[in-house]
């Protein structure tokens, strides 16, 4: 096996494209969590609704991470970006969680947290009580909470029957929206690399740490001011090896994303910051 470093995954965002784990369970992270994600989103162009089967039209956004269960909202985790379409709104990414039950703790839109054609590293943290987030290590304070909950904060990782969550990478769950009165989104359109998740909060030297190795950084050994391996909790390298799309490399990550999925290597491009 060959693991390169200079490559990542190219989705159309027309609908079919993205990468999910094979079954629901335990996902290894709860009330506090860090997320990083490599990005290089394209524009957003109409498209034929294959759900509703209506004409083309262009989605409110495009999904870039998803953890949900089956039927319900519970311990939910969204990440997603408005359209690429010459607005303003074209550079707000959007982090919504939901409480163990199933009830939105927060909805946050970070307004400078993407760029067209162009490489971000995009990190956002759950600590227990708000929503962080962090361009290249760099914490993101252009921002707007759109929804504040009340009641519980806490998350959970269940593992009962029923009460499982899988995740997406590239797509929602729920169709073609997150929520029945959420926004239209459908899938990610553009490139994107690594992916790491922890079951623990990182700080931004950390995250800076991370972004300034791009994608040869491993995130399974400590490594200068990174110091949190022993919390990685998922680590999907996309592209990095084209006989195993999806392949969950954390130590202990048991979550590989290219079962079901139509993503093979000849997504994978040679593209990376």
């Known amino acids: 096996m060959v693991v390169l470093t200079n490559v990542s995954l190219q989705f159309d965002g027309k609908g079919n494209e993205f990468l999910e784990n094979a079954f629901r369970q335990a996902q290894g992270i709860a009330n506090l969590w860090t997320i990083t994600i490599w990005m290089k989103p ?3 162009s109409s498209i034929f609704n294959p759900i509703s089967g209506q004409p083309e ?27 690429i379409d010459n607005s303003v709104n074209e ?4 982090v919504e969680n939901w409480n163990k039950d199933a009830k939105r703790i927060r909805i946050t839109r970070f307004n400078l947290a993407q760029k067209r054609q162009e490489w971000r590293n995009f990190s956002c943290a759950w600590n227990g009580a708000n929503l962080i987030a962090w ?6 304070t252009d921002l707007n909470e759109t929804l504040s909950g009340t009641g519980s904060f806490i998350m959970e990782d269940p593992t009962a ?6 995740v997406r990478i590239a797509a929602a769950y729920s169709g073609i929206s997150a929520s029945s009165d959420g926004p239209r989104i459908i899938t990610y359109s553009g490139l994107l690399g690594p992916i790491g998740v922890w079951d ?3 700080d931004g030297i950390e995250l800076g740490e991370i972004a300034s190795g791009t994608f040869g950084f491993d995130l399974a050994t400590n490594s200068g001011t990174y110091t949190s391996s022993a919390d990685l909790a998922h680590w999907w390298r996309l ?3 084209s006989a195993d799309i999806g392949k969950d490399y954390a130590p202990a990550g048991d979550i590989d994303v290219g079962v079901n999925t139509i993503v093979t290597g000849t997504n994978i491009v040679v593209d990376s910051p």
Not at 74 to 80: C, K, P, S
């Open 42 to 44: 394209f524009e957003t």
């Open 57 to 83: 039209f262009k989605p409110d956004g495009k999904a870039l991470f998803h953890i949900k269960g089956l039927d319900h909202h519970r311990n939910e985790i969204l990440i997603w970006g408005e359209r």
């Open 91 to 94: 550079e707000y990414l959007i």
């Open 135 to 140: 361009d290249d290590g760099i914490e993101l």
């Open 161 to 166: 029957s029923g009460r499982q969550r899988s």
């Open 200 to 202: 623990g909060v990182l």
């Open 239 to 241: 592209g990095a090896d």
